[in-house]
């Protein structure tokens, strides 16, 4: 599978062309940019041309990118408002979320990449049918603005039962919309289980997010480390079945124990594609 790594692991950095570079020299030919503004600040023109400048000239190419979750600089830390969700009912509030989605895909005129990544709800939202409505006019709008700048939405399954698997399933079957997904193996594995939710998503996954728990918090470890449950000799064989579908992404949380976070990830990359081998063996 190809490799490829999400800029979250670097989320409480400011991303500049450095670090772009570290990702290229670990041998990681693919990236997804993750959108919090004190990492990528997709408001700040200045920062966009400067990556675009050096998206043009390298062989490190753009995957996707990760819808905005927050519109502050400080994960959310300004308060509740700050927390971007498109199921919100209310148009007046929801439009200046829609603008935040936008701006980030609008750097697609200057860095053109593949995917936009989007979830639908928060953390530990219930389906609520008062949500679909607000949802679904949310990611036509998305998709439409999306498509003229040659971006396909995919959403993600997260710790909620609006994105589970079946959560995804339900709402898609509701709504009609025509889009597939970024298949999450961590939050698979605190919702219905990894494999049942692959088995269930499999025809719609056009990337993936892949990262380690304990099956209650979301907390984005490195494959294999301590406190991570995933059984990654079983997961592994289930991803390669349609390898050529999507990479295997790496979204991870920074840890800062890590005197060379790369190296690192590079051994992650290793040790996870040594697990295919055994199993075709």
Known sequence: MQRALSTHV????RLTTVWLDRIWDAGIPLVELFCARQHLDYHNRAQISELGYWFRDSELKLHSLHSPLYNDEAGARSG???????TEPVKGKRIPMLDEIKRALEIAETVPYR?????????????????????????????????????????????N?????????????????????????????????????????????RSTHVHDNDGTADSHLFPGAAGGTIDWSRVMPVLQSQEDRYPLLLELREAPELERPFDAVRKVFDTLESLETVHES
Do not use: W
């Open 80 to 86: 509740p408002q700050a927390v971007i969700n498109i």
């Open 10 to 13: 670097l989320v409480n950095h």
């Open 161 to 205: 039962s609006f994105s589970s698997a079946e959560g995804l399933l339900r709402f898609l079957g509701i709504t009609h919309l025509n889009l597939n997904v970024c298949f999450d193996v961590g939050h698979a594995h605190m919702n219905e289980g990894v494999e049942t939710a692959y088995r269930m998503l499999k025809n719609r996954i």
């Open 115 to 159: 995917y936009l990544i989007q979830h639908i709800g928060v953390t530990g939202q219930e389906f609520d049918d008062r949500f679909v409505e607000a949802a679904f006019t949310a990611l036509e709008e998305i998709s439409l603005f999306a498509r003229q700048r040659g971006v396909e939405v995919l959403l993600e399954n997260i710790p």
